[in-house]
């Protein structure tokens, strides 16, 4: 059994060097879950799930491309039989180069896409807006207009630093009236409010109809970007939108208090999140296994050789429609 030497909001241990003068010191990466909600994270080989470090503009949890290749060699000898890796931005060379390290510690190492991000900057809010769809921006128009005539229609940014509780209890209340399952860890959310809300990075919207809550959101933001982190709403209100109408509120919030200029909406291809964002991006995975254990071979054998030859006909099928093209 292999526990993985990694944990989310703070500095991590990942081995020792010696330098010249033979002292040996003590090496650590910074891995802040805070830095950008779609996180990386980690399974080890008991199955335990958590984070591994995170990816934000031009920089990652990883460090430079030499810290990150060092990292990725160090963590390599500590895995017994097999790791996984989520939500990487392999666009990035550190995270490249810390792929490198995997396998030149000796793993075998395949990447997979893992899901596509949909993200949006946001200079002008007036411009984005314009830029919408006609269907999305006629439905926030007409039902706003609608609920508003009669006085219908209200929001709130709850002020989480002294009321996080009573946000946490609205969220969980729509939650519960929600389509969606039951949440498998249930003080989660209390949880997440409870410290990220108060240091201004959870922020919650509700939309309420007729003075009842009918959407609740909570964004996560952080260093002028913000991601859409948990949503729902009650179906009695299905008709007017209330998800809708909220997530145009808040995405105007966010940008013009807030001072969000950057936007994504989490994981998943859903396709409503194309009608309010324009831009796609794949974060990937990584499967390593190690070729000195039985379970590392036969997670070779049945999951990453696959994988690899599957990669090998897509490039060689492509290839030959290239040349076909050409002659």
């Known amino acids: 059994m292999t526990t993985l030497p990694l944990r989310a909001g703070g ?39 958590g984070s591994g470090g995170t990816q934000q503009g031009d920089r990652t949890a990883f460090g430079g491309d030499d810290d990150a290749r060092l990292f990725g060699t160090l963590l390599a000898g500590k895995i017994g039989e097999k790791v996984r890796l989520d939500a990487l931005d392999m666009a990035h060379s550190a995270s490249r180069a810390f792929e490198q390290g995997l396998a030149a510690g000796g793993l075998v190492v395949v990447r997979f896409r893992h899901f596509a991000n949909w993200f949006e900057q946001i200079g002008d809010f007036a411009d984005y807006w314009n830029g919408r769809g006609s269907q999305l921006k006629s439905t926030v128009k007409r039902k706003a207009a609608t609920l508003q005539r009669q006085d219908r229609l209200g929001f709130e940014q709850i002020d989480m630093a002294v009321d996080w509780q009573r946000g946490a209890e609205i969220y969980k209340a729509i939650y519960a009236r929600s389509w969606k399952p039951a ?51 009650d179906p009695a209100f299905d ?63 049945f999951d990453i050789l696959p994988s690899k030859l599957a990669k090998w006909r897509r490039s060689a099928s492509h290839s030959a429609i290239s040349e076909d093209k050409k002659s």
């Open 239 to 301: 008709g007017q939108s209330p998800g809708t109408l909220l997530t145009h509120w808040m995405l105007r919030q966010l940008h013009d208090r807030n001072g969000v200029c950057d936007v994504d909406f989490g994981r998943g291809d859903d396709v409503y999140k194309r009608l309010w964002l324009n831009s796609s991006r794949d974060r990937q995975g990584i499967l390593a296994a190690n070729p000195r254990s039985l379970k590392g071979l036969a997670t070779i054998a």
């Open 183 to 233: 949440e498998p860890h249930p003080r989660f959310m209390d949880g997440l409010l409870e410290k990220m809300g108060p240091r201004g990075i959870a922020k919650l919207g509700v939309a309420t109809i007729d003075g009842r809550p009918a959407a609740a959101q909570i964004w996560l933001v952080q260093q002028g970007r913000a991601t859409i982190f948990k949503l729902a709403h």
């Open 11 to 49: 500095k991590v241990w990942i081995g020792r060097t010696r330098h010249g003068d033979g002292v040996a010191e003590r090496r650590t990466c910074n891995v802040s879950a805070l830095d950008h909600a779609v996180d990386q994270s980690y399974e080890d080989d008991a199955g335990r799930k």
